[in-house]
């Protein structure tokens, strides 16, 4: 019924917009970040790039398709995307995979999402064959038939890392037909042994599928990994 669907427009009240407070540094980047974009990896909210630069970051974008080494960097950001479809090219440039591995051992911060999470694997399953990956994460990733996780997300924080406060809560995205398996097994994640999962992981799943259905955010030294995409006006901190 439009007339009806036209009478419940008209009576929405104006929208009070607030403009977001943008502090823009004036002196040069205090930071470099290693940004992987490329066909790749080529998931990424515009604005979360803008956000670090605003922060004072120099943002050094790398094509893992192409270039066999990483620069001098502070950090290291592995957006999403679809590195399913380049295993092939991402396999077989060893050199980036090693550049990308001893730089995880050297204490940068690394903050992979998604197609991030399946680069820093041991090793990915797809369409019957097995392609050896970063080997930073303890497992390996396999691919399913439908989506694992699809939709919106919702997160609690477990607990207070460099990344995230405890009990923060967080609202992102997922898309990903991959699921987390132990390398060399069908094992599921949640068995992995040594650190306890209150210290392995940095969200429970309020809504939606994460790792495996209960937790998201993989914590390593440096490093965190999840299947969430997080919008940094959505969560601040």
Known sequence: DMKAIQS?????TPLEIFPKKVSTLSHKPSVRIGVFH???????????????????AELVFVNALQ???????????????????????????????SEVQER???????YAECGGLIYLCESAHYKGKKYPLAGVLPFDIGFQQKP?????LSLKSRCRSKWFNENALVKAHEFHYSKPILAGDSK????LAGTSPRERYQFNVVRGYGIDGK????LQHNLFASFA?????ANPQ
């Open 38 to 56: 490329d066909s790749a990896f080529c998931f990424y909210y515009p604005e979360n790039l803008e956000d670090l630069r605003n922060k004072g």
């Open 229 to 233: 995409h997080l919008h940094a006006s």
């Open 188 to 191: 599921p994640i949640s068995k």
């Open 215 to 218: 937790q998201d955010g993989f």
């Open 148 to 152: 694992v996780g699809y939709g919106y």
């Open 8 to 12: 419940i427009f008209k009576q929405a």
């Open 67 to 97: 270039e066999n080494y990483l620069p001098d960097l502070d950090g290291l950001y592995i957006g999403g995307g679809f590195p399913e479809s380049f295993f092939e090219e991402l396999s077989a440039n060893r050199k980036l995979l």
């Open 104 to 110: 995880v051992r050297s204490g940068i911060p690394v």
